[in-house]
Structures are given as structure tokens and as C-alpha cells.
């Protein structure tokens, strides 16, 4: 019943939601360099090796491409769906491993309502895989730590691994988790425990062919930029201390649990009255897995709020636990009541939200019967990745400032995409003439050609 009720809020809109930022198409377009060209171990993006990433989101929906022969708005979703189908069922069996076949199907309801899980599911980003492999790899530690499968600490590094081919670094939340929680006074140093040494070479093994392909393609480049700023640097919290190192990590975690956020603190304190009553450390592994993805992720300097996606599968497993200790007449009753206002609110809200969101995107302007399909287009200040998806051609980005007429460089001659907040310096800089508008995710921009092409098109 969970299984089908998690289907229907997952695809019940399959495919209607636009992809309008270069985020939500980075791999789309990738998966598609994959299939035009066969190159599945450096796909590129403007003719350039991808090396920011790992490949293995590219390589799923390049995958889940292949039936219809093509990447398309709706086959890009597949990887990300599949991969929220798998959280349900990950948390769920963590909370019926630990507690009870009940309290499993209330975590697994209430972590695919999430606004995180429901809403970053339709988006083909490598987050929502990620959290999955991080909720199945807490399943394989539950399994060796409490039930004393110690195979399932190979199976928790390999998922460590796949991670990491998933996005890099981040996959590492899952080994600070369970190593925090097995520093416990009275059990001593885990490095045995957890079979670290061992599993650390595993790791290590799997992560290498990356990096040996990152270094042989890219050089000192790819160490010095990829490796150290933008896997390191990038996140390392630097400048002034300001409130919103505080506020926005407690903003970006409340808005990723709704609806079920308000109830995260009466969750919380009733896990520490629990785990100070029983000591069984259930409710400990719990606080520790949300505990340390919350700093983490809220000590980097990046804040966006899908980083914060595996907080969604401890608070909804410590929100089950919770409202099962509560002393509730009809209580199944209650619950069946809740979980059918929920889905069908999810419904109405999410089938509003696609219409709103996809009346912000309009790229008619950008049609066979405005541009020439032979001469080149360049973007300004716009998502060029969302334009060469749906447009299905190379555009070029540009910087705002490119090719001026005051810089003694010629322009490059084409269709020029251009924001239209920076819309005047290039009218004033530029002979060229505006032949048509549109808009991209609410950003309006302005189609310009040089006056030579557009007489020409006249």
C-alpha cells in the first residue's frame, strides 16, 4: 500500500515540469553527449570534459534514455524518481529493523512528503540519488550494528563508493555518521568495529579510477581547481561571522521537513528521553545521523537546501517513533486521516506549482522561424544549458562584458541571448537589433542579432 501511494505522488505529473536552470539540465545535457557520442567515461559539456563531477548520474539517465533513443524532459526524471522510491523503502526498513513493521510505513510515508523527497524527486540533479545512497548505506550499517551481519559493513563502504561516483565528497556524510556514533566511551576506538582500515582501502579502490581519469584528462587543473576549490575550498566557510551562519541552516532544515518540520522538536527531545531510559542507542543512531548532516552541511559555505536532503530520511524516522509513543485514541483511524489530507494537498499544490512554474519559461523566441538553425546563438546572463536542451544546439555562454565594441575585440557573429538587466549596456555597446523576447525561469532576456543579419532576415 505504501509502495503504490509513493508511485502515484512521484509520477502523477511524470514529465510536466520544466527543466529551467542549468542545475536541473547539466546532466540531461551530458547524458546526451553521452549517447550522441559514445563516450561514456568523459562526457562533455560545451565541448569541454565534465570533470566537476563524477559521471554516474550522467551515465543513469543516459541509461533511461535508451528505450525511447533520446534525453527528453520526462526520461531525464527517471534516475531521481527511482532513487526517491528507494529512500522510501531504505527508511522504512530501518524503522521496522529497529522498531516495529508500523513505525517503518509511518517513517516511510512521512519521508516521501517531505517538500524535499517530493519535490527534488522531479528534478535531475545527482542529490536525490546521493540521499539514497547514504539512507542505504545507514540501512547496511543498522544491519551490521544491530544485527550483527558484519558483511553489511562491506556493503555500507561499496555504497560509500557509489557515492562518491554519485557526488564526490559528499557521499563521506555517511562514514562521519557512523563514526561519531560508534565513538561511544563505554565500546572503545572503532576502528575495528567498523572494519575501518579495511574498508577505507575498499573505498579507495573504487574512488581512484576517478581520479586517475580526472588527472590523466586535465591535468594540474583538475587537482588545483576541481580537487582543492571546488570539491574543498568552495565549501569551507570563510569572511566575517554574520547570524545567517546560524539562521539560514535552521531556515534551509525547516523548509526541507515541511509539513512535518513542527514536529521535529518534540521528536527530538522525546528521542533523548527515550535513549537516556533504555540506552539501546536506537534512538542515539537517530540524533547522531540528523545531528551531523545538520552541521556539515549547515558549516559550508554553500547553503542550498537540496544539500540538506539526507536530514529527510532521521527526522522522519524520529517523527514515527515519536507520534507512536503518543497515547492516541483511534489512532490508525487519526492517521489514515492525516496521510489522505497530505496526499491529496501534495497533489493539488504540486499540479499549481508546475503550471506556475512552467508559465515562467518561454524559449519561443528562440524557434527555427526567428533564429537560423546555421548560425550560432550566445547567451548572456541566461541558463545557456537550458537553452541547448530545449533547443537541442550548442549555446555558447558569454560573459556579461564580452566582446564590447569599446574592448578592440570583434563580437562574434550570431543570435545573442541576452538578460535583460544587462540588456542596455549591450544596446548601447553593440550594433545590433532586437527581433524578439522570452523569458527563462522568470528571467526575461532579449534575442539580438547584428543589424547586418537581421536585415538580412527581414
Not at 528521542?271 to 540506552?279: I, L, P, R, S
Not at 526567428?370 to 558569454?398: G, M, Q, S
Not at 540588456?423 to 532579449?446: K, Y
Request: glycine share 8%; proline share 7%.
Amino acid at each position: 500500500m505504501l509502495l503504490a501511494v509513493g508511485v502515484l505522488l512521484l509520477f502523477f505529473d511524470f514529465g510536466a515540469r520544466v527543466l529551467a536552470t542549468n542545475d536541473e539540465t547539466r546532466f540531461p545535457m551530458l547524458a546526451r553527449d553521452i549517447v550522441a557520442r559514445g563516450d561514456w567515461l568523459l562526457p562533455r559539456l560545451g565541448g569541454l570534459p565534465h570533470l566537476n563531477k563524477p559521471p554516474l548520474f550522467a551515465w543513469l539517465v543516459a541509461l533511461a534514455a535508451w528505450p525511447g533513443g533520446a534525453v527528453t524532459q520526462s526520461s531525464a526524471l527517471w534516475p531521481s524518481l527511482v532513487a526517491a522510491v528507494g529512500v522510501l523503502i531504505a527508511t522504512s526498513w530501518i524503522g521496522w529493523r529497529l522498531w516495529s513493521r508500523e513505525i517503518g510505513l509511518a517513517a516511510g510515508f512521512i519521508v516521501l512528503t517531505t517538500h524535499g523527497i517530493f519535490t527534488l524527486a522531479r528534478a535531475p540533479m545527482p542529490d536525490m540519488m546521493l540521499c539514497f545512497v547514504i539512507t542505504a548505506a545507514m540501512a547496511a550499517f543498522v544491519a551490521a550494528e544491530f544485527s550483527g551481519r558484519r558483511l553489511s559493513l562491506a556493503v555500507f563502504y561499496v555504497l560509500l563508493g557509489v557515492g562518491f561516483w554519485t557526488k564526490g565528497l559528499a557521499a563521506l556524510l555517511a562514514l562521519a555518521i557512523v563514526v561519531v556514533f560508534s565513538l561511544h566511551p563505554a565500546r572503545g576506538w572503532p576502528v575495528r568495529r567498523l572494519a575501518l582500515p579495511a574498508g577505507l582501502v575498499l573505498v579507495s579502490l573504487m574512488i581512484a579510477p576517478w581520479f586517475v581519469l580526472g588527472a590523466t584528462s586535465g591535468g594540474e587543473q583538475f587537482v588545483r581547481e576541481i580537487v582543492m576549490i571546488d570539491w574543498v575550498l568552495w565549501y569551507l566557510p570563510v569572511g566575517h561571522w554574520r547570524w545567517r551562519v546560524i539562521t539560514e541552516p535552521i531556515g534551509q532544515t525547516l523548509s526541507i521537513l515541511l509539513p512535518w518540520s513542527p514536529l521535529l522538536p518534540f521528536a527530538v527531545v522525546s528521542a533523548v528521553g527515550m535513549e537516556a531510559k533504555t540506552g539501546v542507542r536506537k534512538a542515539a543512531l537517530l540524533l547522531v545521523w540528523l545531528g551531523v548532516v545538520f552541521v556539515l552541511v549547515g558549516a559550508s559555505a554553500q547553503q542550498r537546501m537540496r544539500y540538506y536532503l539526507p536530514l529527510c530520511p532521521p527526522a522522519a524516522l524520529l517523527i514515527a517513533v515519536w507520534y507512536h509513543q503518543l497515547t492516541l485514541r483511534h489512532r490508525k483511524v487519526l492517521g489514515m486521516t492525516i496521510a489522505a489530507l497530505v496526499v491529496a494537498g501534495l497533489i493539488v499544490w504540486q499540479t499549481a506549482d508546475d503550471a506556475r512554474h512552467n508559465a515562467l519559461t518561454n524559449l519561443r523566441a528562440l524557434d527555427p522561424r526567428t533564429v537560423k538553425a546555421d548560425t550560432p546563438i550566445y547567451a548572456v546572463d541566461v541558463p545557456e544549458l537550458v537553452l541547448a536542451f530545449y533547443l537541442d544546439r550548442p549555446v555558447v555562454a558569454l560573459h556579461t562584458d564580452a566582446a564590447s565594441a569599446s574592448d578592440g575585440r570583434t563580437p562574434p557573429i550570431g543570435y545573442f541571448a541576452v538578460a535583460d538587466r544587462v540588456l542596455p549596456r549591450w544596446l548601447d555597446q553593440r550594433p545590433v537589433a532586437t527581433i524578439a523576447t522570452g523569458v527563462v525561469n522568470g528571467q526575461g532576456f532579449s534575442v539580438l542579432a547584428p543589424e547586418s543579419l537581421s536585415r538580412r532576415q527581414r
